[in-house]
Structure formats: structure tokens, C-alpha cells
């Protein structure tokens, strides 16, 4: 009698799990909306976005380059600033890190939900341990799902 109880819970259990993997909207990937939204609408205003797509830098580099950009006139909101910096680093980590063997066109043509991508990310973390640490991680598997 006590199996039927048990295997519906591992049965709701499993589901729930399932659920939570293949959510393509958990806050990260909602960041990294928020992040390239931004971009979009901030960025193109003075130059295209050619420009800060292809630049690659780390978080510090990027702070530098943004307060650079307030000082010559670009307002954009302390939060916003913040999502928008949160997807330039994960965007630059994944070139910086990442393209050297994974073709940033190519990772981007694949259409994997926030799950696959987090699977996959760590996946090759643990196939070259301190390649990324958990912070990047999460934030290279939504910026290949958000793209650019």
C-alpha cells in the first residue's frame, strides 16, 4: 500500500523537476531581456550596436566603458544599468571564455530554453573545471538563451 503513496510522489516530484529545468524565464534569463533592452534602446542612439556587441570586457572594463558613457550623456537607469551590465559581462565572458572553441553565430542559431543551456554550460565547466565559476555560468547559459 505504502508504494502507490511513494510513486506518485516521485511521479508530482519528477514532473515538478522537469518544470523547473525547461522554464525559460527564470531571473537571469529575465536580466538578460532586461540587459539587451537596454542596449537596444540606450546604445543605438549614439552608435549601432555593432560596437558594444563586439567588444569584449570584463566586469570591470565594462563599468569603465558605462561611466564613460554617462559622462559624455547617455542616462539610463541605476537598475537598468545594472541589467544592462549583467548581460554585456555574461555576452563578453562567453566570447572571452567560451568562442574560442564554440562559434558565438552558431551557439546563437540553436534555440535551447535556459535548462538545456545551464546543462550544457555545465556540462563543459565540468569538462575544464575553472573554465567559469557559478556566477558566469548562470550568466552565459541566458545570454545564449536571450542572444543578441
Known sequence: MT????????????IGLAATV???????VATMRAGMAVLEENCMECHGLNWPLDKV???????????MMANTGAVVARDDRAKLMEYLV?????QRQCALC???DRALAKE???????ETVNREVARQPG????DEVAGVAGFLTVGM
Do not use: M, N
Open 3 to 14: 508504494r502507490i503513496p511513494l510513486l506518485a510522489l516521485c511521479f508530482f516530484l519528477t
Open 22 to 28: 525547461a522554464d525559460d524565464s527564470p531571473e537571469v
Open 57 to 67: 570586457a570584463d566586469r570591470q572594463g565594462w563599468e569603465t566603458i558605462l561611466t
Open 90 to 94: 555574461a555576452k563578453s565572458t562567453f
Open 102 to 104: 564554440h562559434d558565438l
Open 112 to 118: 535551447l530554453s535556459y535548462g538545456e543551456w545551464l
Open 131 to 134: 573554465l567559469l565559476v557559478a
